[in-house]
């Protein structure tokens, strides 16, 4: 069974159980190291992604506990290439349909059960990048 950062298990308390579920369940089921680099927002962080990311509103589900950031671990480092977070997604698929909670990829706004089987990460456009990390619950 993976082991789950503290840094982890810290992020996972400030967000929605339900959301925390899928999270611990993706990163038991994943091949690679999932770890989450954010949970609920607060404002001030969120204030500086308006200044310095180009988020565009205040309203934001990483606000309310609602969001969640991911990253893999590849050879003790935090990496957020589109391939890696593709397959990050993919557990998150699947763990979300196992659960059967609708959980939203940030990438595309769409549910992850929408999600092809093997998704090619060769056809995201550059400007996915950004996005790809995070991942919502969808009707709160």
């Keep these: 069974m993976p082991s789950f950062s503290r840094a982890t298990d810290r992020h996972l308390a400030t967000i929605d159980h339900r959301l925390a579920a899928v999270v611990r369940e993706a990163i038991r089921r994943a091949p690679l190291r999932i770890v989450v680099t954010e949970g609920r927002r607060d404002p001030a962080m969120h204030a500086a992604l308006m200044q310095l990311a180009g988020v565009r509103s205040w309203q934001s589900p990483h606000c309310d506990g609602l969001g969640v950031r991911l990253a893999v ?10 391939m890696l977070l593709f397959r990050a997604a993919e557990a998150m698929r699947d763990a979300a349909m196992a659960l059967g909670t609708d959980v939203r ?12 089987a093997a998704i090619d990460y060769r056809v995201a456009p550059a400007s996915a990048w950004p996005d790809a990390q995070g991942f919502v619950l969808a009707g709160g």
Excluded at 73 to 82: P, W
Excluded at 105 to 116: E, G, I, S, T
């Design 73 to 82: 671990i590849v050879e003790r480092r935090e990496r957020t290439d589109l």
């Design 105 to 116: 990829w940030c990438w595309n706004w769409r549910p992850l059960a929408d999600l092809p």
